[in-house]
């Protein structure tokens, strides 16, 4: 594929490709082959701009893709699990910037997940926010980080007889089938807005890699068990620190993954391991009940927010049609799309009373005007497409369709956070 003088295909020298990610990330480079540093990164899921003139020994840009299963709203209050192209691996050699290498790499990768069957979506964590709302990319759900001191009381009275039955099994990442483990649990417990990844992705998740390890713990996982079978985990690691002769190590939790019980049980053991002084809990989702068990974000040490999933409906008909509506809706929208240009044009979505929508092409006058990342930030239920017509994001051109559209799509909860790629 073409744009210009930049060619994009799949990478075939896996040297060129990780030695253009260290350029772009410079992180201390590994002595370690380059298949071992790419390690659940297939082969077929890699992929390199190429430019007239550039270095030899890298390529203009790269960027990769794991295989996930989005789990977007299905009836009533559950989720249904859905095919998402997670596009990560993303950089453009300082020497090729400004010259629409990471623009041809975007379309490309569009138009490849627009090609594939059963796949209508897209999605990434974005390492710079203001990058990729250009190319359609919206913010689908936030991530809080919460700090918690050591011994902080989770109140739950409703939860602690489903808790005191549930035992936790402590292993390390490099144990065997620990990885097959996570992903199973993952699977069997993913809460709308959650990306579970492939065998692969679990194996690199597990992979100890010597350059991160030094002067620190290996990643553990700690495992909920219920009558013998995997019910959650949480993948942590602490550090030594003590102040005044006292201890005060930090713990830092990866994610808490499970059913509510099973995190509860999670927590409630991450929070009392010795010599910790701190426990930094990642990913957690904004309806998360960590915060109500705590008691509140002032209960807490600190809470910071974050952009968690950025979405892309790279297939727009088809990827409103896979997930089940909460209301009835008649809405016409003209889309822009100039990444995608075989989405932009004016649809019609109507839902019926039983949450299954018809989008459909029409030369009716369009109720809204909107970009194509505001229907992808609003996707799982997360982004509140009123408040993006309050501030001028969208276009109302039929007063309360973009009420009556956001009706529709959200949900009871907020989507969870979801764990990085």
Same mark, same amino acid.
């Given at each position: 594929?073409?744009?210009?003088?930049?060619?994009?295909?799949?990478?075939?020298?896996? %040297? *060129?490709?990780?030695?253009?990610?260290?350029?772009?990330? /410079?992180?201390?480079?590994? %002595? *370690?082959?380059?298949?071992?540093?790419?390690?659940?990164?297939?082969?077929?899921?890699? /992929?390199?701009?190429?430019? %007239?003139?550039?270095?030899?020994?890298?390529?203009?840009?790269?960027?990769?893709? /794991?295989?996930?299963?989005?789990?977007?709203?299905?009836?009533?209050?559950?989720?249904?699990?859905?095919?998402?192209?997670?596009?990560?691996?993303?950089?453009?050699?300082?020497?090729?910037?400004?010259?629409?290498?990471?623009?041809?790499?975007?379309? %490309?990768?569009?138009?490849?997940?627009?090609?594939?069957?059963?796949?209508?979506?897209?999605?990434?964590?974005?390492?710079?926010?203001?990058?990729?709302?250009?190319?359609?990319?919206?913010?689908?759900?936030?991530?809080?980080?919460?700090?918690?001191?050591?011994?902080?009381?989770?109140?739950?009275?409703?939860?602690?007889?489903?808790?005191?039955?549930?035992?936790?099994?402590? +292993?390390?990442?490099?144990?065997?089938?620990?990885?097959?483990?996570?992903?199973?649990?993952?699977?069997?417990?993913?809460?709308?807005?959650?990306?579970?990844?492939?065998?692969?992705?679990?194996?690199?998740?597990?992979?100890?890699?010597?350059?991160?390890?030094?002067?620190?713990?290996?990643?553990?996982?700690?495992?909920?068990?219920?009558?013998?079978?995997?019910?959650? /985990?949480?993948?942590?690691?602490?550090?030594?620190?003590?102040?005044?002769?006292?201890?005060?190590?930090?713990?830092?939790?990866?994610?808490?993954?499970?059913?509510?019980?099973?995190?509860?049980?999670?927590?409630?053991?991450?929070?009392?391991? =010795?010599?910790?002084?701190?426990?930094?809990?990642?990913?957690?989702?904004?309806?998360?009940?960590?915060?109500?068990?705590?008691?509140?974000? *002032?209960?807490?040490?600190?809470?910071?927010?974050?952009?968690?999933?950025?979405?892309? @409906?790279?297939?727009?008909?088809?990827?409103?049609?896979?997930?089940?509506?909460? +209301?009835?809706?008649?809405?016409v929208v003209e889309v822009e799309d100039t990444t995608a240009p075989w989405n932009q044009a004016t649809w019609r979505i109507a839902v019926s009373?039983?949450?299954?929508?018809?989008?459909?092409?029409?030369?009716?006058?369009?109720?809204?005007? @909107?970009?194509?990342? +505001?229907?992808?930030?609003?996707y799982l239920g997360g982004g509140n497409l009123v408040a993006m017509q309050r501030a001028g994001l969208v276009e109302e051109r039929r007063r309360?369709?973009? +009420?009556?559209?956001? *009706?529709?799509?959200?949900? =009871?909860?907020?989507?969870?956070?979801?764990?990085?790629?």
């Open positions: 594929m073409t744009e210009n003088r930049i060619r994009v295909d799949t990478a075939t020298d896996a %040297d *060129r490709y990780v030695s253009t990610d260290h350029i772009v990330w /410079f992180d201390e480079i590994p %002595d *370690r082959p380059a298949e071992e540093q790419l390690l659940g990164l297939a082969e077929n899921q890699r /992929f390199a701009a190429e430019v %007239d003139g550039a270095e030899p020994g890298s390529y203009a840009g790269i960027y990769g893709v /794991f295989p996930l299963t989005l789990a977007i709203p299905g009836p009533q209050t559950s989720t249904r699990p859905v095919s998402c192209a997670g596009l990560t691996w993303v950089g453009v050699h300082p020497d090729q910037r400004r010259k629409g290498v990471l623009t041809a790499m975007i379309k %490309d990768h569009l138009e490849r997940v627009h090609e594939v069957p059963g796949t209508h979506v897209s999605a990434l964590h974005a390492s710079e926010p203001a990058i990729y709302g250009r190319y359609g990319y919206g913010l689908a759900s936030t991530e809080l980080s919460v700090s918690l001191g050591r011994g902080t009381t989770m109140t739950a009275p409703h939860l602690d007889e489903a808790a005191a039955a549930i035992t936790t099994q402590l +292993a390390t990442t490099s144990d065997p089938d620990v990885s097959k483990r996570m992903r199973e649990c993952h699977l069997a417990h993913a809460d709308l807005g959650s990306v579970v990844g492939d065998a692969g992705y679990y194996s690199r998740i597990c992979q100890q890699q010597p350059e991160h390890l030094r002067d620190r713990e290996p990643w553990r996982i700690l495992f909920a068990r219920r009558d013998g079978n995997d019910v959650g /985990f949480a993948m942590f690691r602490r550090s030594h620190k003590w102040e005044k002769a006292r201890p005060a190590g930090d713990l830092e939790v990866w994610a808490v993954i499970g059913e509510a019980a099973a995190q509860l049980a999670l927590i409630r053991r991450l929070v009392d391991f =010795d010599l910790m002084g701190t426990v930094k809990v990642r990913t957690v989702g904004v309806d998360a009940p960590l915060l109500h068990w705590a008691g509140g974000p *002032r209960a807490t040490s600190d809470v910071e927010t974050y952009d968690s999933l950025w979405l892309r @409906l790279v297939d727009l008909p088809e990827s409103l049609q896979d997930r089940t509506w909460r +209301a009835p809706c008649d809405v009373g039983e949450g299954e929508a018809a989008v459909e092409r029409t030369s009716a006058e369009a109720d809204l005007h @909107l970009p194509v990342g +505001a229907l992808g930030a609003a309360g369709a973009a +009420a009556e559209l956001w *009706r529709a799509l959200r949900t =009871d909860a907020a989507p969870t956070a979801a764990v990085g790629f």
